[in-house]
């Protein structure tokens, strides 16, 4: 069981993260829309993110520590606000903007823990600790979209240095320039939104390893949790290195070298990662031990195998991904089309052997996860036969189509998202097959 202080801590930081990454969500279409009604809408529904989150806080402190954690993270966001301008102004420009940032969170968080009392009690019934690993894997999958429309609009070298932002600090580049949509500079927004949201990332799986030190987990949970963090950082370096190839702040493009392997086991380890966060939440689900206990001698081989293939897949699509759009690898692209649509096969095989062995099991988790991994499989399977027309229909066309970019997004997040399943399968067969306790 887990204390009363780390329940609170959990909660705070559950709603603090949710309702930041909504207001991210929000935020990133409303500049997609900037200047018209649509963005305006959006960015107000944004600021009231942070007193519908409070609602769910038991105390009018549990509030205002919400705001605070939220506007912490959205400092990241402050740097692009006032970029630009002369280090002085800048500097006086910030400052007030943090300020109004962190007085008008909490105030929205205290506001939002008043309503309180409109709410049915079920707070204790929830487990904080679930809940913000649940939050986090969002996050990530989130960040997987962003990364998915980047590659989709051929958008990845669309800022050609890092860790600069053309030549600004990543954090202060301006966003006027990033939404100017200077012909000169296509898919600046996509490529910077999604360093933004990988800064994101990387603090709260830093926030994350803390928070699973101090509950309570044992030395498995607490591996998995460094491992994450670890590669979290590996892939805001890898997608770095895969602009420039080589560690410099140089802007110009002659002089850099541009990495395609980087740029394919980047979009592998970013789905990985997401697996990963999925994997270490269900450790502290409560009814993990019913779910292992109900598993079979078996299970974990069929699991293992299905998320060896899903990773050989992977790489497979990544692979693809990233060549399709070059003259010089068509032909090899081609090759790796053909063998990722043979290899399908054997996922959904698979998919269904596991899918079918956990819904005859007599736990309703098991069997939810069984249901799961069938929709995914089957969605993935439809989503792939339009990613593949669309495409096809594309073909010679001098800019991507948005139809294109939408489709190919989501079978990468689909794809993302039968991972995920897979790897939760893996959870409940591994901890019955090794017979411990991961909490």
């Known amino acids: ?9 959990a909660r705070i930081l559950t709603l603090a993260l949710g309702a930041t990454t909504a207001m991210w969500v929000f935020s990133y279409i409303a500049l997609l829309f900037s200047g018209k009604t649509g963005g ?31 506007a912490l993270i959205n400092l990241l966001l402050i740097g692009s606000i006032v970029g630009g301008q002369a280090p002085g102004d800048m500097l006086s420009l910030g400052a007030l903007w943090a300020g109004g940032l962190f007085v008008g969170s909490i105030a929205l968080g205290v506001v939002g823990s008043l309503l309180h009392g409109q709410l049915k009690d079920c707070t204790c019934e929830m487990d904080w600790h679930v809940g913000f690993l649940a939050v986090a894997s969002t996050l990530v999958f989130l960040m997987l979209i962003t990364g998915g429309l980047v590659t989709g609009m051929e958008a990845g070298l669309a800022v050609p240095d890092w860790p ?17 949509q200077d012909p000169e500079k296509p898919g600046v927004f996509f490529e910077h939104a999604h360093r933004l949201t990988g800064m994101f990332v990387g603090l709260v799986s830093l926030i994350m390893v803390v928070c699973v030190w101090f509950w309570n987990a044992n030395s498995f949970v607490r591996t998995i949790a460094i491992l994450i963090f670890l590669f979290v950082c590996l892939q805001g370096l890898m997608g770095g290195l895969r602009v420039t190839g080589l560690f410099t702040l140089e802007q110009n493009r002659e002089l850099l070298q541009p990495n395609l392997l980087l740029g394919i086991v980047h979009g592998v380890v970013g789905q990985l990662i997401f697996a990963s966060f999925v994997f270490l939440c269900a450790q502290f689900m409560a009814n993990r031990n019913e779910a292992h206990n109900a598993t079979k001698r078996g299970d974990l081989r069929w699991t293992s195998l299905l998320c060896l293939a899903m990773f050989l897949q992977l790489i497979l699509g990544a692979a693809y991904r990233h060549t399709m759009g070059d003259e010089v690898l068509a032909q090899k692209a081609t090759h790796i089309l053909y063998t990722h649509i043979a290899f399908a096969v054997i996922v959904l095989v698979f998919a269904i052997v596991v899918g079918i062995r956990y819904m005859g099991r007599g736990n309703i988790t098991l069997k939810k996860t069984g249901v799961l991994l069938h929709i995914l499989v089957m969605a993935q399977l439809l989503l792939g036969g339009g990613a593949l027309v669309v495409i096809i229909l594309a073909k010679g066309d001098s800019t991507v189509p948005l139809y294109e970019v939408i489709t190919t997004t989501a079978h990468q997040a689909n794809g993302a998202l039968l991972l995920a399943a897979s790897f939760l399968a893996l959870a409940w067969a591994t901890k019955c097959n090794n017979g411990a306790s991961t909490c």
């Open 164 to 180: 600069n932002s053309y030549g600004h600090n990543m954090l202060l580049y301006p966003l006027t320039e990033m939404v100017a």
């Open 1 to 9: 069981m887990t204390n009363k202080p780390n329940q609170s801590m």
């Open 40 to 70: 305006e809408v959006l960015f107000v529904l944004a600021a009231l993110c942070i007193p519908v989150a409070s609602r769910h806080a038991k105390s009018r402190i549990e509030g205002a520590w919400i705001g605070f954690v939220s």
